[in-house]
T-cell receptor, first 116, second 112 residues
Framework: DTGVSQDPRHKITKRGQNVTFRCDPI?????LYWYRQTLGQGPEFLTY????????KSRLLSDRFSAERPKGSFSTLEIQRTEQGDSAMYLC??????????????FGEGSRLTVL | LAKTTQPISMDSYEGQEVNITCSHN???????ITWYQQFPSQGPRFIIQ???TKVTNEVASLFIPADRKSSTLSLPRVSLSDTAVYYC?????????????FGGGTRLMVKP
């Protein structure tokens, strides 16, 4: 399978704990995106990388959230001191940067976080 | 950022054609229109994309009028497996980092 893969698929944690999600994009894609989705809502943009550079962060990405893409390949999203409001599906997507980026994103299956 | 407006939900029956319209009044000149499909507990999946007029692929057709302030996703002869949420996105990534924004989507229920 050469699609976007995310790990873990499900994570249950207690409030105050730290969690980390990993995303492996499609190998030739140099752009990687993180979205968050709550029940009944559309995905909300969090941040994106071009290669290893984090180019934009949403105001939704509080100080407790940090994302990295150290070698321009896989990425991690860490949430520190989790809160119940962090419970959501965290989606990763990738795309290949072109002269004109038309917005065709390839999404992974998501990592569902439940904070108790 | 161009914002989109879609119906919250639609019902249809197997074998019917379904048309979902998305309004995007402040679409920018360089923006493309992209539609995604999402099943429960899965990530969104790209369906179709267009800039103007009509685009057709093996899954759907996309109709875009000349003013580009709206677009219509057409699903021919839907089946039960087409029950999903459909998102219309308008936007373009560029070096300045403009982001694509997902709206609330349209929840399509296909009945037997």
């Amino acid at each position: 399978d050469t699609g976007v893969s995310q790990d873990p698929r499900h994570k249950i944690t207690k409030r105050g704990q730290n969690v980390t999600f990993r995303c492996d994009p499609i190998s030739e894609h140099n752009r990687l995106y993180w979205y968050r989705q709550t029940l009944g809502q559309g995905p909300e943009f969090l941040t994106y990388f071009q290669n290893e550079a984090q180019l934009e962060k949403s105001r939704l990405l509080s100080d407790r959230f940090s994302a990295e893409r150290p070698k321009g390949s896989f990425s991690t999203l860490e949430i520190q001191r989790t809160e119940q409001g962090d419970s959501a599906m965290y989606l990763c997507a990738s795309s290949k940067h072109r002269q004109v980026n038309t917005g065709e994103l390839f999404f992974g299956e998501g990592s569902r976080l439940t904070v108790l | 950022l161009a914002k989109t407006t879609q119906p919250i939900s639609m019902d249809s029956y197997e074998g019917q054609e379904v048309n979902i319209t998305c309004s995007h009044n402040n679409i920018a000149t360089n923006d493309y229109i992209t539609w995604y499909q999402q099943f429960p507990s899965q990530g969104p999946r790209f369906i179709i994309q267009g800039y103007k007029t009509k685009v057709t692929n093996e899954v759907a057709s996309l109709f875009i009028p000349a003013d580009r302030k709206s677009s219509t996703l057409s699903l021919p002869r839907v089946s039960l497996s087409d029950t999903a949420v459909y998102y219309c996105l308008v936007g373009l990534f560029n070096n300045a980092g403009n982001m694509l924004t997902f709206g609330g989507g349209t929840r399509l229920m296909v009945k037997p």
